[in-house]
């Protein structure tokens, strides 16, 4: 009799999931394993194995078969071990991807032994692309993502995680937009949430505000197939992008020199801090988010520390402009979303994470690029073709959040005192072809006023810029003429 009312139990446990609508939720979030399949079974008691054995793993992967594919060595499409043993192995990576599985496998492995005893600093993170082709929605996809992350931190209470965006595809239009909705949803999510970092990687496989098909293996098989796989390129292209990132992460040293890793252009790739300054980057991101929510501000600066020291709110515990702000500003509702040692990628996660969010200010002033043509164990230098696609990449995320808005966009002040200075070059590169690119935009106007800083034999004179980078009041009041001028702040 219990063998009959068993079946009959579960079926109205399934009825009055639907009628609820958490049966679609309870697939993504509830463990379910595939031992049915021979491969998936033998796969899982191997890892339990090696799990035993490599205790000392200092780094985790995490995920599906774009994850599992870095054991493979089958070129020219899929040789995928030297990325692996560059960027993974000297970290002694555990490599938990299992191909097909969704938030629910990967759920149903940690439960069942696959983490257990280790202690890696990090987890990379990269799940959900196969439960948005089966079908489930955004939300529910998130919700399974966000179970893992639960499971992770309860499991690995010491490990960072290195949460990934889904990668792009062409599988099909309606999962693109389920995909998309996915990492807007994980991006505000995770961004204030300690041991999580999300990082979205997936601009490295688009050219020309396309999709570059060839950097996925797929549609080259036997039997071809839409794109969704990362070939050899593109898996390194992937690794390269998340790299400064994950080293951080690590607190180790990048494993390949940064000025190697040309191949991906580090200025469109969002990521959060990179260098540590004089005041906390975390800290001043969460005070964005707070004042923005109690204002409606009519101007919005975006930018790097020139912008960050002259003033405004958040404040800043360096004002080098307050004459000048005051001059400028005094009165008005503005947002400074100014952060010391800011590249366009520190720009494009805050953006990315809420800071612009519901803003429709009237002028929005971009000032950024200085910091992409100087490199650090962190950052490589990008170059100017770089540095301009990392402004562009800006310009259209505001230009998308806010269409009204009129957007000022800046040329990049000149640096150091003497006319050879070794940034001069580049920094007029920039502005060139910014110049050309924004020219016929409607509602933006590329400003570029460098000259106004410079003594009549193009040295730069110290009472503008006392070390060679940051406006003295004095070098503030010179921007405030000049916005004035353009008509974008009203003479005093």
Same mark, same amino acid.
């Given at each position: 009799?219990?063998?009959?009312?068993?079946?009959?139990?579960?079926?109205?446990?399934?009825?009055?999931?639907?009628a609820?609508?958490?049966?679609a939720?309870?697939?993504?979030?509830t463990p379910?394993?595939?031992?049915q399949e021979?491969?998936w079974?033998?796969?899982?008691?191997?890892v339990?194995?090696k799990?035993?054995?490599?205790?000392?793993a200092?780094?985790?992967?995490?995920?599906d078969?774009?994850?599992q594919?870095?054991?493979?060595?089958d070129?020219?499409?899929?040789?995928?071990?030297?990325t692996?043993?560059r960027?993974?192995?000297s970290?002694?990576?555990?490599?938990?991807?299992f191909?097909?599985?969704?938030?629910?496998?990967v759920?149903?492995?940690?439960?069942?032994?696959e983490?257990?005893g280790?202690?890696?600093r990090?987890?990379?993170?990269?799940?959900?692309?196969?439960?948005?082709?089966?079908?489930h929605?955004?939300?529910?996809t998130?919700?399974? +993502?966000? !179970?893992?992350?639960?499971?992770?931190?309860?499991?690995?209470?010491? *490990?960072?995680i290195l949460?990934? /965006?889904? $990668? %792009?595809?062409?599988v099909?239009?309606?999962?693109?937009?389920v995909?998309?909705?996915?990492?807007?949803?994980?991006?505000?999510?995770?961004e204030?949430?300690?041991?999580v970092?999300?990082?979205?990687?997936?601009s490295?496989?688009?050219?020309?505000?396309?999709?570059?098909?060839a950097?996925?293996?797929?549609?080259r098989?036997?039997?071809p197939?839409?794109p969704?796989?990362?070939?050899?390129?593109?898996?390194?292209?992937?690794?390269?992008?998340?790299?400064?990132t994950?080293?951080?992460?690590?607190?180790d040293?990048?494993?390949?020199?940064?000025?190697?890793?040309n191949?991906?252009?580090?200025?469109?790739?969002?990521?959060?801090?990179?260098?540590?300054d004089?005041?906390?980057?975390?800290?001043?991101?969460?005070?964005?988010?707070a +004042?923005? !929510?109690?204002m409606?501000?009519?101007?919005?600066?975006?930018?790097? *520390?020139?912008?960050?020291?002259? /003033?405004? $709110? %958040?404040?800043?515990?360096?004002v080098n402009g307050?004459?000048?702000?005051e001059a400028?500003?005094?009165?008005?509702?503005?947002?400074?979303l100014g952060?010391?040692w800011d590249?366009?990628?520190?720009v494009l996660?805050?953006?990315?994470h809420g800071?612009?969010?519901?803003?429709?200010?009237?002028?929005v002033?971009?000032?950024?690029?200085?910091?992409n043509?100087?490199?650090?164990i962190?950052?490589?230098?990008?170059?100017?073709?770089?540095?301009?696609?990392?402004?562009?990449?800006?310009?259209?995320?505001?230009?998308?959040a806010?269409p009204?808005?009129?957007?000022?966009?800046?040329?990049?002040?000149?640096?150091?005192?003497?006319?050879?200075?070794r940034?001069?070059?580049?920094i007029?590169?920039?502005?060139?072809?910014?110049?050309?690119?924004l !020219?016929?935009?409607?509602?933006?106007?590329?400003?570029?006023?460098?000259?106004?800083?410079?003594?009549?034999d193009?040295?730069l004179p110290?009472?503008?810029?006392?070390d060679?980078?940051?406006p003295?009041?004095e070098g503030?009041a010179?921007?405030?003429?000049a916005?004035?001028?353009?008509?974008?702040?009203r003479?005093?």
């Amino acid at each position: 009799m219990l063998k009959r009312i068993r079946p009959f139990l579960h079926l109205c446990l399934l009825l009055a999931l639907c009628a609820t609508g958490g049966l679609a939720q309870s697939l993504v979030t509830t463990p379910a394993d595939r031992l049915q399949e021979q491969w998936w079974s033998k796969r899982h008691a191997a890892v339990l194995e090696k799990v035993q054995a490599e205790r000392d793993a200092e780094l985790v992967l995490l995920g599906d078969s774009i994850t599992q594919n870095y054991e493979k060595a089958d070129p020219p499409d899929e040789d995928f071990q030297p990325t692996w043993q560059r960027f993974y192995a000297s970290r002694k990576a555990l490599n938990l991807g299992f191909s097909g599985d969704t938030t629910a496998h990967v759920l149903w492995r940690l439960e069942h032994g696959e983490v257990d005893g280790l202690r890696p600093r990090a987890v990379v993170l990269l799940i959900g692309t196969n439960d948005t082709a089966r079908g489930h929605s955004a939300e529910e996809t998130s919700h399974g +993502i966000d !179970a893992v992350v639960a499971k992770l931190h309860e499991k690995l209470p010491q *490990s960072s995680i290195l949460l990934l /965006g889904l $990668l %792009p595809s062409e599988v099909s239009p309606e999962k693109s937009t389920v995909d998309a909705e996915v990492n807007r949803y994980l991006a505000t999510r995770y961004e204030a949430e300690a041991k999580v970092t999300y990082v979205d990687a997936g601009s490295v496989f688009y050219q020309d505000d396309r999709l570059n098909t060839a950097l996925f293996y797929d549609p080259r098989l036997k039997t071809p197939r839409k794109p969704l796989h990362p070939d050899t390129t593109g898996q390194r292209l992937m690794a390269e992008a998340i790299e400064p990132t994950l080293a951080r992460l690590m607190e180790d040293a990048p494993r390949q020199y940064l000025a190697a890793l040309n191949k991906v252009n580090t200025a469109v790739i969002p990521v959060p801090r990179l260098e540590r300054d004089s005041y906390d980057w975390d800290q001043r991101h969460r005070d964005v988010m707070a +004042i923005k !929510a109690q204002m409606k501000p009519e101007i919005v600066l975006i930018g790097d *520390s020139i912008t960050h020291f002259w /003033g405004g $709110l %958040p404040k800043a515990n360096r004002v080098n402009g307050p004459k000048s702000w005051e001059a400028a500003f005094g009165g008005r509702e503005v947002l400074n979303l100014g952060f010391g040692w800011d590249r366009t990628q520190n720009v494009l996660w805050r953006l990315q994470h809420g800071e612009f969010d519901g803003l429709h200010p009237k002028t929005v002033i971009i000032n950024i690029g200085t910091n992409n043509l100087t490199g650090t164990i962190n950052a490589r230098a990008n170059t100017p073709e770089e540095v301009v696609a990392g402004i562009l990449a800006i310009h259209g995320k505001v230009r998308a959040a806010s269409p009204e808005s009129r957007i000022v966009v800046m040329g990049i002040f000149p640096r150091g005192f003497p006319v050879a200075s070794r940034l001069r070059v580049p920094i007029a590169t920039v502005n060139q072809l910014l110049a050309a690119a924004l !020219a016929g935009k409607a509602g933006t106007t590329f400003l570029d006023i460098g000259a106004r800083f410079l003594a009549p034999d193009a040295t730069l004179p110290k009472r503008l810029m006392n070390d060679g980078t940051h406006p003295t009041d004095e070098g503030y009041a010179i921007w405030v003429q000049a916005l004035t001028e353009a008509g974008v702040l009203r003479p005093r």
